[in-house]
């Protein structure tokens, strides 16, 4: 005879462990409804996005609460754990309502660190919603800000932390309802606020986490949401602009009056030295200039609205195969997704994370994806994202390219109407044939393979290795392409970074034309962002 098991007690206090629980069901309940609040997405730009940026901000956080737990003995205290969720949301936040949940886990964060009972929940959630608000530039009703107001309002009588957690949640559910009739694109598409359908959601594990049932559901949006194209377009800028920020308190306050005359949507979260800035504009490269005079702007992200647009549009067909690239520069970042590749930017001295590679096979939206590192040290990151990708369904190759010269010889041949393994493997063939050199300064005094380099010296690296040390640029690049072209070779790429001298790549072109009269030479521009010069040779 099979033992019942006992009744689950509910909680009277939230400890480390119901933290990590919570943030464990959040993220299992956005995955779920993801797909669903993309498709209601129409505001504040119907990009079809706003699941997936709450499912993402929702993992940052989540794996910053397990790598708390993993790093300490035998669990964290409460206080950690809160502060670590919330700051993980901030590293990890995407979109508008991916960064207006980060504020509100930070303003959570910021009243249960002193306690986790019913009347601090009640407080946590009314610092909540009031530290969104006051992150946002302008803020708007029917909105995700509307839901946490409601939220926090419905509990602010406090009590016993079921009952917060039960009144908040049902607060919160029926302001989503509301929501609809509070901005006329919602209600022209019949549909309710997207991100707020997310925080209810978020809400909701809360109380299966305190409660051990499942919560009601959220109110129905539609029986079939409508596609966004079916909602009249909204004038609006063309670009998203995100990015994390070192910067002090005065300097953020500047760059808000900046960023609001530059643009719309804008929402400013964090503190304690660390922002994560959001904002919609028509002049993406302003609104990073604007960063990088308040502080140090990183994580820099920049989606075109057209082209995020078109992508939602069509999510419900998925296309048969795709190819992830990530590229230094965003030149080469143009010439790949010309070719058709969905790219990722890298930054000097700074690669992308898994969660990054992640996002980008997903964007990808195909049954097959071909990813291309381009960087040996971003292959074991590489494979787990795309480890992480096939758990989804998706059939990916992990093609292991150590430069980006070697990702374009293999996006060149690559042809999508073939088998997929016959695809990867003419693309692995191509990238194997290119040997790779890349012109750098040396930062400091160091030893290398090739000798001691002094700081200001022009490094010539051949497969990663110092090859040679020579103190110009041209005659050091002329040396390189020699050593590489005495091993043969039939053509040969050069990009050049826009702070290149602009006589080096026509110098090196006509040196090849001279000695090797059978071998053809390519340049491309990689724009800012890249190493003075990259050679390949296949």
Known sequence: MSRALPPFEELVELDAEA???????????????????????????????????????????????????????????????VRAMAHGALLGARGNSGTILSQLLRGMAGVLADGCDGDHL?????????????????????????????????????????????????????????????????????????????????????????????????????A??????????EDGPAYEVIYLLE??????????????????????????????????????????????EAGRPHRIRITHFAAASAAASARGERAQRAVVAVV??????????????????????????????LDAIRRAHAREVVL????????????????????????VALIPTRAAVQGIAALAVHEPDRRFDEDVVAMTAAAGATRYAELAVAERQSFTSAGVCQAGDILGLIEGDVAVIGTDLADTARTVLDRMLSAGGELVTLVVADDTPPGLAPDLEAHVRRGYLAVDTTTYHAGTGAPPLLIGVE
């Open 328 to 357: 230094p520069g965003e030149g080469l970042a143009g010439l790949c997704a010309e070719a058709g590749a969905t790219t990722v930017r890298t930054l000097p001295g700074e690669q992308p994370a898994g969660d990054e590679l």
């Open 224 to 233: 079939t949401p409508a596609p966004p194209e079916d909602c009249p377009a």
């Open 122 to 222: 009640a407080r946590a959630l009314g610092e909540a919603a009031s530290a969104a608000r006051r992150a946002v530039a302008h803020p708007v009703e029917g909105t995700i800000l509307t839901v946490a107001s409601a939220a926090a309002g419905a509990c602010a009588a406090g009590g016993g932390l079921v009952d917060v957690a039960r009144n908040a949640h049902e607060g919160a559910r029926t302001a989503l309802a509301a929501t609809s009739g509070q901005l006329d694109v919602l209600e022209r598409a019949g549909v309710v606020d997207a991100g707020g359908r997310g925080l209810v959601t978020v809400l909701g594990a809360l109380l299966e986490t305190v409660t051990g049932q499942a919560p009601p559901p959220a109110v129905a949006t539609r």
């Open 372 to 395: 291309l590192p381009n960087d040996t040290d971003l292959r074991q990151t590489a494979a787990a994202a795309a480890e992480r990708a096939r758990a989804e369904g998706i059939r």
């Open 19 to 81: 933290v990590r629980s919570w943030c464990a069901r959040s993220l299992d309940a956005l995955g779920r409804e993801r797909e669903e609040i993309d498709a209601i997405n129409v505001y504040p730009v119907a990009d079809g996005d706003t699941g997936t940026n709450l499912y993402l901000t929702a993992e940052a956080a989540h794996q910053a609460v397990e790598a708390v737990f993993a790093a300490s003995a035998p669990t964290p205290d409460t206080a950690e754990t």
């Open 247 to 292: 910067a002090g308190d005065e300097a953020v306050e500047l760059l808000r009056s900046r960023l609001d005359a530059l643009g719309e949507s804008l929402v400013v979260v964090g503190g304690d030295g660390l922002w994560n800035v959001h904002v919609h504009v028509d002049d993406a490269g302003a609104a990073v200039e604007a960063g990088v």
